[in-house]
């Protein structure tokens, strides 16, 4: 298959655009409390639709598997647990510094560690130091340099989301920094690992591919294991939660409301869910399309355009009508740094082919 970069960024700025779309039907869903809500999305999420999307798109899924080492799925599972954890600690950063420092934080750490560990850690064939080869040339000096800005663009959009907090009269006296830093970086170096997680699942790949999967959808083998992964510790603590603040019944019936309002709060969830899922599903065909060499700058890119549109997002919601003109500024000048930067990488990637 020949790649097509420009293509590829396309179609990473579409699941980007879809998973800064999952939070907006939760709106919609005020009778639930949280945990209610974020097990029956994360279902959908992280369970069912991508065993649903593997059926669907690989040719006798089953057998594949069949042929695939065992330990791909298993580390592939794993490391997948390991970036639930770092969902739920994000969460609970939000808490303690806000959800623009924390999300500039974990996302920037995630970005720079997902994008760049890979090249030295292998989670197949273990250390594999290929930092020098792929940043020798002038292709590979451009896309380091078009990571380096993404970085710099997410940390300006977390900057004006902390002024604009500070300007609307937040206190500063909720907020913990001690606590919520560490587990924003936490949540940030966690989150990179789903990317060892599809690295992991790399054999599920080439066994789809095997089996007369379209190169487009091979990364829809991996996605069962890698998601099922994060959906076991998401399942795990929502448990827990349930348990501890008695929701169960809301799974069931809701306080003073009837059988077909339920059905409206689980059709959102499936809308979540959904939004959730196809940014992997345009992930996987955006990556494959960014090219062999320089792949890997496929999680630069999605965690760049993740602010980017959770951030257009904002203004769409009018969180930032009352902001103040520095902080506005401070945005637009890190957006339009995002957007810089991924034009850089691409163009890097299109050389690189």
């Not at 606590?179 to 936490?186: E, F």
Request: one cysteine or more; glycine letters at 10%.
């Amino acid at each position: 298959m020949q790649a097509n970069p420009f293509l590829g960024a396309a179609l990473h700025s579409v699941g980007a655009f879809s998973a800064a779309s999952c939070y907006t039907p939760q709106k919609k869903t005020p009778l639930w409390s949280w945990e209610i809500y974020w097990i029956a999305q994360a279902s959908f999420a992280w369970l069912i639709l991508p065993i649903l999307g593997a059926f669907l798109t690989i040719p006798h899924y089953l057998e594949a598997l069949q042929s695939c080492p065992k330990d791909a799925m298993l580390h592939s599972y794993l490391l997948g647990m390991l970036y639930g954890v770092g969902g739920l600690t994000f969460g609970l950063g939000i808490r303690y510094i806000g959800f623009s420092l924390n999300y500039a934080i974990a996302i920037g750490i995630s970005a720079g560690l997902g994008t760049i560990l890979p090249l030295i850690w292998n989670p197949n064939t273990g250390f594999d130091w290929q930092i020098t080869d792929k940043f020798s040339d002038v292709p590979g000096m451009i896309i380091l340099g078009g990571v380096i800005l993404s970085l710099i663009g997410i940390f300006f959009c977390g900057w004006a989301g902390a002024l604009r907090e500070k300007s609307a009269g937040e206190e500063l006296s909720k907020f913990s920094f001690k606590v919520g830093v560490p587990l924003a970086i936490m949540a940030g170096t966690l989150s990179a690992v789903f990317n060892f997680a599809l690295i992991a699942g790399e054999p599920l790949e080439k066994a789809a591919l095997a089996a007369g999967a379209s190169e487009w959808f091979r990364m829809n083998a991996i996605y069962p294991f890698s998601n099922g992964g994060a959906w076991t510790t998401n399942f795990v603590w929502c448990l827990i939660l349930i348990t501890r603040n008695r929701t169960r019944s809301q799974l069931i019936r809701l306080p003073g409301e009837n059988q077909k309002t339920l059905a409206f709060y689980y059709l959102m969830a499936l809308l979540s869910g959904a939004f959730w899922y196809f940014q992997f599903f345009f992930y996987g065909m955006g990556h494959i399309n960014m090219g062999q060499r320089f792949g890997f700058t496929s999680w630069a890119l999605h965690m760049a355009m993740l602010i980017l549109f959770s951030n257009l997002y904002g203004y769409l919601f009018r969180e930032w009508e009352s902001a103040d003109p520095a902080p506005r500024r401070t945005l637009h000048f890190g957006m339009a740094i995002i957007v810089l930067a991924t034009l850089i990488i691409t163009y890097g990637n299109y050389l690189g082919e």
